[in-house]
């Protein structure tokens, strides 16, 4: 109870300021892609997207851009009202004509009982057990269980339901409150409420809204203003005003810090620190109906309007001041701080005294200008000297206001120009001026007479953009021709080194230890040691946003703050100056004004920053700088193949939401891919990075870019998983990249098989190649043989022709003569009559060893037919006049004209009438018996007795000269002979062998 009544003290008084400073608002509307203006809920999904419900349709938000959905694509109605998601991702949404569901592909559509026309679904919750729980403004409560079946909890005949004004659950248990003052709990076993008694403060008051905190304490807004909970003991916290039947709390809300949060039909309000305070149109936001106050997994606050779109809250880090506020110009150049107030120079406004307001007293700016005796609107910087007196620097002039009236001083009265670009105060009681042709002293007690000093150099030596009083009260001077020090008597170059002495300067900062931070033009930052002589300079290449520095000042925590025409970098370094990050600060942080200005920069005693840009006077609250820790919800949207969206159909995974084709295989030509990423962070879209690789291909992760898109071409085939991870605006970068396998499958000229088939085939077609060679080889060969052969058997022919003639002859005729001789000498000596029945006989035997060598040598003998033919007659004329039957059997199946290899029939005849000759002389038989048996290519010849046998003879070597070289002819035409003979059985020679085929 105590505590309820702190808050009610301490929240009781709200605040209406008529000026206020502007706080950091991003609006989005139809033109940047809304579908709607009138935003009456925003839900948050598990990818980091905002959807809205409008009376357009559906958008979707992820940051930078929108997508919409309507009746087109399968939406119930375009008048949208409430949304809520299931365990399942599946987005329920209530509309005029019922409830649609979405499950990331289709729409699926439930028929509400008693909807009549210009009734709508208002409230929708989905439980624990994916039950969707809504009323409409038709009255009742209503339930949809997870088979799709509609059912009415409550009927709208019952006085304290006609009409649902919330529905809320704090994971437990869901509450219902209605228009009419009721506070439900729901039985869920039962599904039928229960109703809680409410205080009777809350008698017959409208309910308009209920919020579940972080702490699972209840939230009223009601029209007797905001009531609060805990264990459902309700006490009032605060009052807007008096009961007005146009004022209704629609939402609420909280920042992570406890700060509440109200949608209302006049805007919103906030309550923090005790403070309860309105912020309208001229902070950023609007004064319109405020339906819906959400905050994202990033604690960033989204406010959904009629009829303004979305407003995003940028945070408390930069406050401004500007036109909204009471200030005829944007263009701030200098900010400075005087007893009571502060002082803004504008360019082209004159200058503006602002006084801060305070709790129920709004802030005060008026304006001095040329109207009132500046002695020009153009000013460069105004300070307030200890006696009050507010000095003004002019583009031409200088002014001095006492608070009634301006003086101003020219160059006739002193000073070196009228173009003053800086003003400081010196810790002597001087106001030092820096004009465009060195700088000039003002001693307020000597009749306020200047002094002027100029560097004896060039004219860009004495433009004088900045001053800055250091350690020792001397003064340094930056300028377009370096930085330069006035020791009070003359004007000299501050560094050493020629390399510094001539850079343009445009602004100084003198850090507590002594050390200086130089701002240059446009070559980034100067920093140098006094002490150590040490120089470092950083510039974009280290990763300032520009090198172009307008002003420079250190925060309560180190870092370097640097305005640029890019936006204000925060910098921090490490213990020996090395860059750890830079920040960038901008529009969507909240620092609209972006381009800073020369020297409009001012430290506050707090540590607070203001920036004056050309767009107002921000104030910046650096210990407000909260790192957002949270990474980016990052995932794969699209596969593309040669640039075009493909409708992969039934190739999606089953993952809802996902158009991501699973197990990915593609052919060979299908290698031209894109892929589509995002990394969701709310806080800042702009600022997500990425850095992606495609593993098998890249080498290491490709560099970090802001693209959305990955595009490879001309991949071979192989296995790849391409990988991608994304960073926030602090650069906290995901700890796990999201990963997608695929396949491109190769072409069949290059699968295993396809490699096993062709090396078969080109070991085919080798070997058939070299058959071919080989073939093609033997034919030469055999051409050459045949040639050969031919001529062999033309010389064969004709030598036996020539032998026959000359050599048959002569002896044929030797015979005769022999013969006659013997007649002649019938009577004559017997020895010359045995001698010549001895050359007869000798004669005979030449001439029948040379018929049978003339019949070798003739190419007819190489045929089988003929060498049986030959031996037959051999052995026919062999046993003509003996008493030895002689038999001869052949089989007539072979070729007659097979043909046998050159010399083979000398060698059979040969071994054969050694055979038969022995049967003659040695076998002492009756009967000899040739048999000749050839098929195909196999041959037997044998010769078979009845005679006594060869003395026991059975295939034993050596038994005569004969014998032998029988066995000897039978190797030479690689055939076997047997010679089997025992004593009373006779003899049987065999010759085995095979005809070689194909024999010329």
């Known amino acids: 109870m105590r505590k309820t009544l702190l808050i009610s003290l301490l929240l009781g008084l709200c605040y209406f300021p008529g000026n206020t400073q502007s706080r950091g608002f991003l609006s989005y509307s139809v033109a940047d892609g809304l579908a709607q203006s009138n935003v009456m809920d925003i839900k948050e999904d598990r990818r980091g997207n905002l959807w809205m419900a409008t009376f357009g349709g559906l958008s979707r938000f992820n940051g930078i851009s929108f997508e919409n959905y309507d009746k087109q694509d399968g939406l119930a109605s375009n008048r949208t009202f409430c949304l809520s998601f299931d365990s399942k991702d599946a987005l329920w949404i209530g509309t005029s004509l019922g409830i649609s569901s979405f499950d990331g592909r289709d729409f699926t559509n439930y028929t509400v009982p008693h909807l009549a026309a210009n009734q709508w679904v208002n409230h929708l919750l989905v439980d624990k057990e994916d039950h969707i729980w809504f009323g409409t403004t038709a009255g009742g409560l209503y339930q949809i269980n997870t088979a799709g079946e509609v059912t009415q909890i409550l009927d709208a005949s019952a006085e304290k339901i006609a009409l649902v004004s919330g529905i809320s659950s704090n994971g437990n248990d869901i509450y219902v409150t209605t228009y009419h003052g009721g506070l439900y709990r729901v039985n869920d076993k039962e599904s039928t409420l229960e109703q809680v008694s409410l205080p009777p403060v809350l008698n017959n008051v409208e309910i308009s809204s209920l919020y579940t905190d972080t702490k699972n304490n209840l939230w009223l807004g009601t029209s007797k203003g905001l009531f609060y909970s805990e264990g459902l003991n309700f006490e009032w916290v605060h009052s807007f005003h008096e009961e007005s039947v146009d004022f209704a709390i629609y939402s609420i809300n909280e920042e992570y810090d406890g700060t509440i949060w109200l949608g209302t039909t006049h805007g ?88 801060p307001g305070t709790a129920g007293n709004p802030y005060i700016i008026d304006n001095l200008s040329s109207e009132d005796g500046l002695s020009n609107n153009f000013v460069f910087a105004a300070e307030e000297d200890d006696q009050g007196n507010l000095w003004v620097a002019t583009a031409w002039g200088l002014s001095v206001y006492d608070g009634k009236r301006f003086k101003n001083f020219y160059k006739e009265n002193g000073l070196p120009s009228n173009q003053i670009y800086t003003l400081i105060k010196g810790s002597n009681g001087s106001i030092y001026c820096g004009t465009s042709q060195g700088i000039a002293e003002l001693n307020l007690d000597n009749n306020r007479t200047f002094k002027s000093y100029e560097y004896p150099g060039a004219e860009q030596h004495n433009r004088v953009r900045s001053l800055e009083e250091i350690h020792g009260g001397n003064i340094l001077m930056g300028t377009q021709g370096g930085l330069k020090i006035f020791n009070g008597k003359e004007v000299l170059d501050y560094f050493e080194a020629d390399s510094l002495k001539h850079i343009a300067i445009s602004s100084i900062y003198q850090h507590d230890d002594g050390t200086l931070w130089v701002g240059l033009v446009d070559e980034g930052i100067l920093y140098y040691n006094p002490s150590s002589k040490k120089v470092l300079r950083f510039t974009e290449a280290s990763g300032l946003s520009s ?57 506050e005693t707090d540590g607070s920053i203001w920036f004056g840009t050309v767009a107002g006077a921000y104030i910046c609250h650096p210990e407000k700088d909260v790192i957002n820790p949270l990474e980016p919800i990052t995932f794969l949207t699209g596969v593309r193949l040669f640039s075009k969206k493909v409708d992969w159909k039934n190739q999606h995974d089953k993952q809802s939401w996902s158009h991501i084709p699973e197990d990915l295989s593609l052919n060979y030509d299908q290698n031209h891919l894109t892929f589509e990423y995002s990394g969701n962070s709310l806080k800042n879209a702009e600022k997500v990075r990425y850095q992606y690789m495609l593993e098998n291909f890249d080498r290491g992760w490709q560099p970090i870019t802001k693209r959305k898109e990955a595009v490879y071409t001309n991949l071979p085939p192989g296995a790849y998983t391409f990988k991608i991870k994304a960073s926030n605006n602090d650069g906290i970068w995901n700890d796990i ?156 199946t072979f070729d007659a004209k097979m043909r046998l290899p050159v010399g083979w029939s000398r060698h059979v005849v040969f071994i054969f009438k050694e055979a038969l000759t022995n049967s003659l002389k040695h076998a002492n038989c009756q009967n000899v018996y040739l048999n000749f048996n050839v098929k195909e290519h196999n041959f037997v010849f044998e010769l078979k007795d009845d005679g006594k046998g060869l003395n026991g003879y059975q295939e034993i070597d050596g038994q005569g000269m004969g014998l032998r070289n029988m066995k000897e002819r039978a190797k030479k035409i690689r055939s076997h002979i047997s010679i089997v003979s025992q004593n009373g059985d006779g003899t049987v020679v065999t010759l085995e062998g095979k005809i070689p085929p194909n024999t010329g």
Not at 280 to 308: C, M
Not at 571 to 590: K, P
């Open 737 to 892: 990249p999201i990963t997608y396998s695929f396949e491109i499958k190769p072409p069949f000229w290059r699968t295993w098989w396809f490699f096993t088939l062709a090396f078969v085939a080109i070991g085919v077609v080798g070997r058939l190649y070299y058959n071919f060679r080989v073939q093609k080889k033997l034919r030469s060969l055999l051409q050459v043989e045949t040639i050969k052969h031919e001529e062999t058997v033309k010389v064969r022919k004709r030598v036996a022709e020539d032998f026959h003639d000359q050599v048959g002859n002569q002896l044929a005729s030797i015979t005769v003569l022999v013969q006659l001789i013997q007649a002649k000498l019938s009577n004559g000596n017997k020895e010359v009559d045995e001698l010549l029945q001895k050359l007869g006989q000798f004669t005979k035997t030449l001439f029948t060893g040379t018929r049978d060598f003339i019949w070798s040598i003739d190419p007819k003998s190489d045929n089988v037919n003929e060498m049986l033919i030959y031996i037959r007659d051999f052995g026919e004329e062999l046993f003509e006049f003996s008493e030895i039957n002689f038999y001869v059997d052949t089989n007539d």
């Open 547 to 603: 090198n172009i520095v307008y002003s420079l000042a250190m925060d309560k925590q180190g870092s370097l703050w640097v305005g640029t025409p890019r936006g204000l970098d925060k910098v921090s370094f490490d213990n020996n100056l090395n860059i750890e990050s830079v920040r960038n600060f901008a529009a969507n942080e909240g620092f609209f004004g972006i381009e800073t200005n020369t020297n409009a920069l001012m430290m």
């Open 268 to 355: 919103a309000y906030k309550f923090k620190k005790g403070l309860c305070t309105s912020v309208k149109a001229t902070e950023g936001l609007t004064d319109n109906i405020v339906y819906k106050i959400h905050r994202d997994r990033e604690g960033t606050l989204w406010y959904g309007t009629f009829g303004g779109g979305v407003y995003k809250s940028l945070g408390d880090l930069f406050t401004y001041i500007g036109k909204n506020n009471g200030m005829n110009f944007d263009y701030v150049s200098s900010i400075s701080k005087g007893k009571n107030n502060y002082w803004f120079g504008s360019y082209g406004g004159g200058v503006y005294r602002y006084v």
